[in-house]
């Protein structure tokens, strides 16, 4: 229920079936509606075409990280005990690459390993806390058991006019409002 | 007929009806409940053990490591045996959640977290030995990482002693990572189930805003299985770089190329022996049957075969390259493993190891919880003598027989060996006190009926 100090900015639809989830998702994405998102407690599969999404781009900013994590660790190696401060060990070339492999993959790894998890805060949208899911109190169904539809908008003739009925012919029967506190309280 | 593909079909994952309510439930329920007296006397058993250890570790560093029994011949003694048992003990977890990953082996969300906590909590252990052996742990750091400094000295990048220092950097930094990342959604779960304000408040902001929307979870999988992708070459290369240690030395016994393979394949045996010694109490301890099942126990159980039989070919590897190469010093290490001085050692390290983890072949021990028990702790024993018998027996023995000395370890090495256990136990107490121990949000998604029917939308 909408109280005072909360606004009306979307529409949800409860689902409890995958199946119903995802062909309520190919109608939104057909009907051209933006800001939109699907909440699971679980990734479900086939739910990226429904929704139309793109691939992620992690993997390509991965593959970067990892060969500038080779790349610096051929330069740490090569240029600390063969340039700056020549180191002869056991008669073995200054520039023993052979020697050095263990530390280029290590560093191989392990950039590719921090810029990964940099790119899942970053493209995921994490470190954001507030949400209006949060304020309407869905959260608590969402990372439990149920799937959720999330319509936004602040056009509140819009959503009856359009959203509403969207939902209903995908065969949604809960159907609630998404709503934020406008007050300045935070909420986790 | 329905026996018949009951055969062929893959076990179920779960031994009675579920659905994502009660395995939150079943999942959550610990971390939510006030701890059993089960915990609280299980705490304050690894709790002493943890006290033991801080205080021979500020023993250690008052006095140095002639507390210890390492001397001239052996200058690797205890200190390195538990480090490298404490590394391969880890492994395991990152094999159960990256490798078990990639070859789409459903059963493993059910360990999986557990297993990975295992291995964050194992390297820090094992992290704290050669620290301590380097005699001034304090200094250690300027010793191994290349900072720029007045003399405009830096290490040798050469050493595999420096190799290890990037290894497992590296190695605890992306298992960290992994068991984190793990972890956002079912922190996500713990937040909006708390009751309790500060609850909600340190699972909010550990779940780092975590909304279960679709746009994430696109970009979160992909990252998962990339994760997945690094650590499986990572694992393996983490214990080779161990074995290098030993092997890039001139000391028969540790110098043959064997090492690398044979002590990955070690490593995996002890940790999955470990995962089972733990997860058999855990599951016990949080009622947790019908999710970490039978099934699980057997197909753990089927890896230690495996890797049992992999160790033992590379003992019996030893001895035949041993043999054949015609080297005295070589020979005379190998006729000393299994008949010198530290001889029982070397048949309790061939007991535990090989014949003793036979008893599995038998489906009936596979798959009861009790009578595998006993194999899997001997297993734990066998390959931490697996470690000693490499690092003593090896160099108690060298080329000038005027240099030949013998170990014996002291009340401190042993206490500090204790003390590590308590370390690891505590921390895994700790873990299941505090967060799921078990991956929900993957779980929920291999329940019967979670995922579409017709495999997803194509069009």
Not at chain 1, 162 to 186: S, V
């Amino acid at each position: 229920m909408i109280e005072s100090g909360q606004k009306k900015v979307g529409l949800v639809g409860m689902f409890d079936d995958p199946n119903t989830l995802i062909a309520a998702a190919k109608k939104v994405r057909d009907s051209g509606h933006r800001a939109w998102d699907c909440h699971t407690p679980y990734p479900v599969h086939g739910l990226e075409q429904a929704m139309g999404l793109k691939d992620s781009p992690i993997p390509t900013i991965t593959i970067i990280a990892a060969f500038t994590g080779f790349v610096s660790a051929v330069v740490l190696t090569g240029g600390l005990n063969a340039v700056h401060y020549p180191l002869r060990v056991g008669g073995k070339p200054l520039f023993s690459w052979q020697a050095f492999v263990p530390i280029y993959f290590e560093l191989f790894i392990l950039f590719a390993a921090l810029a990964t998890l940099v790119s899942v805060v970053v493209y995921c949208k994490l470190l954001r806390w507030h949400s209006p899911l949060h304020d309407s109190g869905l959260m608590k169904e969402v990372t439990g058991d149920r799937l959720a539809i999330v319509l936004e908008s602040a056009d509140e003739e819009y959503i009856e006019q359009t959203c509403r009925p969207l939902l209903e012919a995908a065969g949604c029967t809960d159907i609630r409002h998404l709503f934020e506190n406008t007050d300045d309280e935070p909420t986790i | 007929m329905s026996r018949q593909s009951s055969i062929l079909a893959p076990a179920p994952l779960f031994t009675k009806e579920v659905d994502s309510k009660t395995l939150d439930e079943a999942i959550f329920k610990p971390t939510e409940s006030f701890p059993t007296v089960r915990w609280w006397i299980a705490i304050s058993i690894t709790g002493s053990m943890l006290v033991l250890f801080v205080a021979l570790l500020i023993h250690t560093l008052q006095v140095g490591i002639g507390t210890w029994g390492n001397n001239n011949p052996v200058v690797w003694g205890w200190g390195i045996t538990n480090f490298v048992f404490w590394i391969g003990i880890g492994h395991a977890g990152t094999l159960i959640s990256a490798i078990l990953f990639l070859l789409r082996q459903k059963w493993r969300t059910g360990i999986a977290r557990f297993a990975e906590a295992m291995t964050v909590f194992a390297v820090i252990c094992a992290v704290i030995f050669p620290v301590l052996h380097s005699g001034r742990p304090w200094l250690t750091i300027f010793w191994v990482l290349p900072y720029p400094n007045g003399q405009g000295v830096y290490p040798n990048f050469r050493s595999p002693l420096l190799w290890d220092v990037f290894a497992l950097a590296t190695y605890l930094s992306v298992s960290v990572m992994f068991w984190f990342l793990g972890l956002i959604p079912d922190l996500a779960t713990a937040r909006d189930r708390a009751v309790n304000k500060v609850r909600k408040f340190v699972y909010g902001i550990l779940s780092l805003g975590w909304k279960g929307s679709h746009r994430a979870w696109v970009h979160y999988e992909k990252a998962y299985l990339l994760f997945a992708g690094l650590s499986t070459p990572l694992v393996v290369s983490v214990h080779s770089i161990v074995s290098f240690d030993f092997a890039s030395a001139v000391l028969p016994g540790w110098h043959t190329t064997i090492f690398p393979p044979y002590f990955v394949a070690g490593a995996v045996f002890s940790g999955f022996a470990m995962v089972a010694t733990l997860v058999i109490l855990m599951r016990k301890m949080f009622h947790l049957e019908h999710i970490i099942t039978r099934h699980h126990l057997n197909s753990m159980n089927k890896i230690v075969i495996a890797t049992s039989l992999m160790v033992g070919y590379a003992y019996a590897m030893e001895f035949f390259t041993a043999w054949y190469s015609g080297a005295v010093y070589e020979k005379f290490v190998f006729i000393n493993r299994a008949m010198g001085p530290y001889a029982w050692a070397y048949w309790t390290m061939l007991t535990c190891n090989v014949l003793v983890p036979q008893l599995l072949w038998i489906k009936k021990i596979r798959r009861s919880p009790i009578l595998m028990y006993p194999i899997v702790l001997l297993v734990n024993v066998g390959m931490w003598f697996e470690r000693f018998v490499i690092i003593v027996t090896s160099l108690h023995r060298d080329f000038l027989p005027a240099s030949w000395g013998h170990f014996t370890p002291t009340w401190v090495d042993a206490g500090l060996f204790i003390g590590s256990f308590g370390l690891f136990l505590t921390l895994v107490l700790l873990f299941v006190r505090f967060l799921p121990a078990v991956s929900a949000a993957e779980i929920k998604g291999v329940v019967p009926g979670a995922q579409p029917s017709h495999g997803g939308a194509h069009d």
